[in-house]
Nanobody, 119 residues
Framework: QVQLVESGGGQVQAGGSLRLTCIAS????????MGWFRRAPGKERELVAS????????HYVDSVKGRFTISRDSGRNTVYLQMNNLKPEDTAVYYC????????????WGQGTLVTVSS
């Protein structure tokens, strides 16, 4: 059974940095798309960044381009989200997601980690 465990959230001031970690277990993830989503208070969940486990192609939402970097360590089955120059509007619960080649209906989610950015 696939499990995702996030860590690294916390409270920082605007301009600060955090690194989120997602440890994946339960299978090999070749062919998966790994993503970081967030849900801010009163807003819909949105995809922040994603990375193909095989090949490493990445995608970012426009609002985080140039500030956030997604990466993965295949040997450790871990996905990271390095967040720099954080802004108050980045405040949200961040979720790790593993989407198999079969599609999003089979996605697995982590429990979420809270990021709070104060001005």
């Amino acid at each position: 059974q696939v499990q995702l465990v996030e860590s690294g959230g916390g409270q920082v001031q605007a301009g600060g940095s955090l690194r989120l970690t997602c440890i994946a277990s339960g299978r090999t993830f070749s062919g998966y798309t790994m993503g970081w989503f967030r849900r801010a208070p009163g807003k819909e969940r949105e995809l922040v960044a994603s990375i193909m486990w095989s090949g490493g192609a990445t995608h970012y939402v426009d609002s985080v381009k140039g500030r956030f970097t997604i990466s993965r360590d295949s040997g450790r089955n871990t996905v990271y989200l390095q967040m720099n120059n954080l802004k108050p509007e980045d405040t949200a619960v961040y979720y790790c997601n593993a989407e198999p080649p079969e599609g999003s209906r089979y996605s697995v989610w982590g429990q979420g980690t809270l990021v709070t950015v104060s001005s």
